[in-house]
């Protein structure tokens, strides 16, 4: 585990450098449109953590585009869809995560919601605004309040319930209803992280 993680970190290190090497002087990002190596690296970390790049292929596609803003919006970033120093940088931190830290993971079936979708309210079970980050869960299998990592999706906490949310199901809050919709059902992995 140690030699996959030391890789992962020189990998990231590498990409950082080569983005600065390749791009115009004034411009070290990657935009839509973009190819090589670089790319196929960027496209390789995105789907370690859980995003759709299509093929890993060294072509900055819709796709990859569509995933960058997947992981900018998921991470607290503008989403523009550029990567930037600044989205590298929390692409790194992001797949530093060590799944062999955590207590437990989970496969759980996960839907998703948004506070704008018909019926929902604003605020989950635990007082807290919905939004990205916070998820429902059977506080009989996750306590309210534990720290979790969905690949994909990134940290979270469970803070709210629901109805139809029994056993191993999970929900997970969204910015909107269309990301909500676009989500839609999956089977994904949980990490316990408390």
């Known amino acids: 585990m140690k030699k996959g993680y030391l890789i992962l970190v020189l990998t990231i290190c590498m990409l950082l450098v080569s983005v600065v090497a390749f791009a115009a ?5 990657m935009k839509i449109g973009m190819r090589g190596d ?7 970390l995105l789907s370690e953590q859980g995003f759709n790049v299509g093929a890993i292929d060294g072509i900055f596609g819709t796709l990859t585009f569509k995933a960058v803003k997947d992981f900018q919006s998921s991470s607290g ?16 931190r992001t797949t530093e995560f060590n799944p062999s830290r955590s207590s ?3 496969t759980m ?21 919905v939004r990205k980050g916070l998820v429902a ?3 009989t299998v996750i306590p309210l309040g534990t720290r979790l ?33 676009d989500f839609g059902r999956q089977q994904v992995t949980v990490y316990i992280l408390d």
């Open 25 to 29: 002087p004034n411009d070290d990002s």
């Open 38 to 44: 670089n790319v196929k690296l960027l496209q390789k």
């Open 77 to 92: 970033l503008t989403v523009d869809g550029v990567v930037d120093k600044d989205t590298l940088l929390t692409l790194g």
């Open 104 to 106: 437990r993971s989970m």
């Open 109 to 129: 079936s996960a839907s998703a919601y948004s506070a704008y979708d018909d019926g929902n309210g604003h605020y989950t079970s635990g007082g807290n605004l």
């Open 137 to 139: 869960v059977d506080p």
């Open 149 to 181: 990592f969905i690949p994909g999706y990134g940290h979270a906490i469970a803070d709210d319930t629901g109805g139809a949310i029994k056993g191993n199901r999970i929900d997970m809050a969204f910015g909107s209803h269309g990301e909500a919709m």
